[in-house]
Nanobody
Framework: QVQLVESGGGLVQPGESLRLSCAAS????????MGWYRQAPGKQRELVAT???????NYVDSVKGRFTTSRDNAKNTVYLQMNSLKPEDTAVYYC?????????WGQGTQVTVSS
C-alpha cells in the first residue's frame, strides 16, 4: 500500500503563485508516472499535468506556460509550481502516482484564487 500526502494549497490573489507538494510513502515498488488532477465545483475532474519517470511532462492547454510539474525521485515526491494564478484555477487539486500496476491518489488540497 502507498500513501500520498499533499500540501501547499491555500487562498491567493490573481497573479500570485503557489507550490503544491505530494509525497509518497509505504510499500513502493517503483513509481512510474506522477501527476495532478483538479476538480472545480460542478465540473468534472481534469488532468492538469503529468511527469514520467524519465522527466517527460505534459500539461492541459489552460495551464501551459504558467504551471510546472517536477519530481524528486529520491524523495518519491512530485511538485506543481503554479504561477500567474487565475480565478478559473480554483479547484481541489489531487496528486496521483502510478506504482505499477496500481494508481494511488492524494487526499486533495484546496486552491482558491480570488481577489
Amino acid at each position: 500500500q502507498v500513501q500520498l500526502v499533499e500540501s501547499g494549497g491555500g487562498l491567493v490573489q490573481p497573479g500570485e503563485s503557489l507550490r503544491l507538494s505530494c509525497a509518497a510513502s509505504g510499500s513502493i515498488r517503483g513509481i512510474d508516472t506522477m501527476g495532478w488532477y483538479r476538480q472545480a465545483p460542478g465540473k468534472q475532474r481534469e488532468l492538469v499535468a503529468t511527469i514520467t519517470s524519465g522527466g517527460r511532462t505534459n500539461y492541459v492547454d489552460s495551464v501551459k506556460g504558467r504551471f510546472t510539474t517536477s519530481r524528486d525521485n529520491a524523495k518519491n515526491t512530485v511538485y506543481l509550481q503554479m504561477n500567474s494564478l487565475k480565478p478559473e484555477d480554483t479547484a481541489v487539486y489531487y496528486c496521483y502516482v502510478v506504482d505499477w500496476p496500481r494508481a494511488y491518489w492524494g487526499q486533495g488540497t484546496q486552491v482558491t484564487v480570488s481577489s
